[in-house]
């Protein structure tokens, strides 16, 4: 079945006013192919659009729309892509998919590697699987800012790393872009003794003569969890390694700040944490561009609650109710510190900040992220957590109240005798959270039922 086949039409849309029927395929607008979602949302953004339609019994139709110039037309497909999501061509030797424990639910392992959930979602993919043709609707359609999982230059090392024979080829298709003005944003998984040295030079090098399509460059650490068995012998960095890689990515950026006015290239939060280093302050990370990869996640934060604490009469904090957080290992000393921060300014602030060990992927494994509610329960019971236990929104499942280990948020609360509740990674809304009022429905918990809402804010009634 074709995949653009209407699921359903939105009554209020300027699809639905025009006539157009659920259980039609979508195959043209404006004598453009639709194959997928960016086709889609590329040939619908005109104000005035001629919809081809064939119905389920083989007939063709035309339809006229007219709406606002990028207005949505309303149509829901079977699924978002409007086609499968492409699975990635690699084994690469550092997969977090491949040190996933045995048994976890199916969706775990699939390894994505779309250009079109690049586009829309910002995942990073490596090139590695894109046809010609591909290329060039990227260029043609301008989809950019793509997000690239870049990892080497050298295409022996990159075809080595990614294990997969045409991976060399994807720094041509980069300069292609470069050439093209087509503006990407570059990870690099760092692997100690492996691209890191004098690899990651030419690596940074090969990039910044890419900018400014080449609009910035993150270096994050490898995760090596104890499911490793059978696979490339690859190591954690350890506390020297990680100080050096992070002394000369410093020193790469502070080169090209001076040539450029930007740094270009950051290490994640994690690289400064493994090496003991001090965060850098706000204004070394520029315009946060690289957040997702962890990179001045922490200094973010810090920042907004120090915002947060500024704009909160002490009054407004006093009758905040004793409370837990739970993070990872490496996050949770500076949880620690706001918590003391937010102490100073209202002496009632009563909260223990928990670091969870994990010992279900490995304790090499200290992003908050990656905690599960198992190694939560197991941990915390027992322990002083208030009336409230605050924990990360991303240890859950996007949109969802389900941890990687498939226990639920439910279990946690029943198991800990406490309410769990998510909080953003947001200054703002951690401060709300310690006072006990968080703006309602959290953006972590939508649809929360109102009963709930009051449970999991005390101070609102
Ligand atoms: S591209 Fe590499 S790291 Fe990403 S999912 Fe595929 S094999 Fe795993």
Redesign the pocket.
């Known amino acids: 079945m074709s995949m653009t086949v209407i699921k359903s039409v939105d009554p209020r849309s300027p699809a639905r006013r025009a006539g157009v029927r659920a259980g039609e395929t979508l195959t043209h607008i404006n004598g453009h192919q639709i194959v997928d979602v960016l086709d889609y949302k590329f040939y619908s953004y005109d104000p005035k659009l001629e919809l081809t339609l064939n119905g389920a019994d083989g007939s063709t139709r035309t339809l006229r729309v007219r709406k606002m110039e990028g207005e949505d037309l309303g149509l829901e497909f079977e699924t978002y892509l409007m086609d499968r999501a492409r ?2 061509a ?3 030797i ?5 040190q996933m424990p045995p048994g976890m639910r199916k969706s775990l392992y699939f ?3 779309d250009a079109r959930l690049s586009f829309l979602m910002g995942n990073y993919l ?1 090139l ?1 699987n894109l046809s010609q043709r591909e290329v060039q609707r990227i260029i043609d359609l301008r989809i950019s800012p793509i997000n690239v ?1 870049v990892h080497t230059t050298d295409p022996v090392l990159r075809c080595e790393m ?1 294990k997969n024979k045409r991976a060399g080829e994807a720094i041509d298709t980069m300069r292609r872009f470069a050439k093209n003005h087509i503006t990407m944003n570059c990870q690099i ?1 760092s692997c100690p003794g492996i691209n890191d040295g004098p690899a990651l030079d030419r690596t940074l090098n090969d990039l910044a003569e890419m900018y400014p399509a080449v609009n910035s460059i993150s270096v994050v650490p490898v995760g090596v969890t104890k499911f490793r068995e059978g696979l490339y012998p690859l190591k954690p960095y350890t506390r020297e390694q990680a100080a050096a890689l992070v002394d000369q990515v410093e020193a790469f950026a502070a080169r090209h700040l001076e040539k450029q006015g930007t740094r270009l290239v950051w290490c994640s939060d994690e690289f400064y944490l493994l090496a003991g280093r001090d965060l850098p302050p706000e204004d070394y990370f520029e315009e946060f561009t690289q957040l997702d990869n962890g990179v001045g996640m922490l200094t973010l934060l810090a920042q907004e609650f120090r915002r947060a604490l500024d704009l909160m009469e002490p009054g407004e904090m006093e009758g905040a109710r004793p409370f837990s957080v739970a993070t990872g290992v490496s996050a949770a000393p500076y949880l620690s510190q706001l918590v003391d921060m937010a102490r100073e300014k209202c002496g009632t602030i009563k909260g223990n900040v928990y670091p969870i060990v994990n010992r279900f992927f490995g304790e090499t494994i200290t992003v908050a992220g990656l905690v599960t509610g198992g190694d939560l329960i197991a941990q915390l019971r027992g322990k002083d957590l208030g009336e409230r236990l605050l924990i990360p929104a991303n240890m859950l499942r996007a949109g969802e109240r389900v941890f990687l280990d498939d226990v639920s948020l439910d279990d946690v609360e029943r198991e800990l005798g406490v309410p769990a509740i998510p909080v953003a990674q947001d200054g703002y809304e951690l401060l709300d959270a310690i006072c006990g009022v968080i703006p309602v429905p959290a953006a972590s918990m939508p649809n929360l039922p109102e009963d709930e809402y009051y449970r999991y804010n005390p101070g609102v009634r």
């Open positions: 699975s990635c690699n084994n690469c550092f997969c977090f998919v491949d390894k994505d590697d490596t590695t999982s990614l998984v």
